[in-house]
């Protein structure tokens, strides 16, 4: 599957964000999507996934209570909407598709097959 993410820019601390990530090539429904994030300096690390199906969802720590993933499987198309974003939030994000199904929400790298290209976020304080 080839994965697309868009909607990144620059925005102020406390404003918002709306990522998407476009898939193609295979039955999109039939994986497990994640977004993951990686800050400058630091390694790609893990925000947030959902299951094929959108029933079950997990959140790092970091983004709870301010990120939002969903997915629209009639469309191909997985999104993510930041708020109350914070200059640590700061980083490119990576939207990823994983073969696991079920009703389990993948948060390990190597439990994802597919990566997009990644979309830069910038929160400016």
């Known amino acids: 599957v080839q994965l697309q993410a868009s909607g990144g820019g620059l925005v102020q601390a406390g404003g918002s964000l709306r990522l998407s990530c476009a898939a193609s090539?295979?039955?999109?429904?039939?994986?497990?999507m994640g977004w993951f994030r990686q800050r400058p300096g630091k390694e790609r690390e893990f925000a947030v996934s959902?299951?094929?199906?959108?029933?079950?969802?997990h959140y790092a720590d970091s983004v709870k209570g301010r990120f939002t993933i969903s997915r629209d499987n009639a469309k191909n198309t997985l999104y993510l909407q930041m708020n109350s974003l914070k200059p640590e939030d700061t980083a490119v994000y990576y939207c990823?598709?994983?073969?696991?199904?079920?009703?389990?929400?993948?948060?390990?790298?190597?439990?994802?097959?597919?990566w997009g290209q990644g979309t830069q976020v910038t929160v400016s304080s």
């Open positions: 990823a598709a994983s073969r696991y199904s079920g009703g389990y929400a993948p948060s390990r790298i190597y439990e994802y097959d597919y």
């Open positions: 090539g295979r039955t999109f429904s039939n994986y497990a």
């Open positions: 959902i299951s094929w199906s959108g029933g079950s969802t």
